[in-house]
């Protein structure tokens, strides 16, 4: 048995007339993330957290931010590829630990939803994927309300 860890670490900029999206959920709010495709931090931290399990490089080797291809397009697709690749290589997902950091809106009440969306995407037991929030106390891009961050370690395992 070969187990392997990743880890991920996303941010983007908070910014007005732009959706909300944590894990593949909209969770309304005045403001949403900013970036080059749905701007979903979680997943991207995720992404890179499986790429990172097997020294696949990072997210922007597979979906860079200056290929039209990807303006718009919804998170998922790049983590239904990242799952993929790990698949491919004869591994699977243990699990997943996540930490998103938000001053607000609240996401503890979207939090089973977001479980619920991942672990469908990543096809894998909902007890096996874990996501937190937590506040910078008002300190930081995130505290401000600039921006969010998001944080994710996952295992793979290998028979």
Do not use: W
């Amino acid at each position: 048995m070969i187990l392997r860890t990743g880890f991920g670490y996303d941010v983007h900029p908070l910014v007005a007339e732009r959706k909300l999206m944590i894990g593949g959920v909209a969770i309304p709010h005045y403001k949403g993330t900013k970036g080059h495709s749905d701007g979903d931090a979680l997943i991207h931290a995720i992404v890179d957290a499986l790429l990172g399990a097997l020294a696949l490089g990072n997210i922007g080797d597979y979906f860079p931010d200056n290929d039209p291809a990807y303006l718009d397009v919804q998170s998922r697709i790049f983590l239904e590829k990242a799952v993929a690749l790990i698949r491919n290589q004869g591994f699977h997902i243990v699990n997943i630990d996540s930490t998103v950091v938000l001053e607000q809106p609240k996401i503890k009440p979207h939090i089973p939803a977001i479980r619920k969306n991942l672990s469908e995407i990543l096809q894998i037991p909902m007890d096996a994927v874990s996501v937190k929030a937590t506040r910078s106390e008002k300190m930081g891009f995130a505290g401000k309300e600039e921006g969010m961050a998001c944080y994710a370690v996952v295992l793979i395992q290998k028979d």
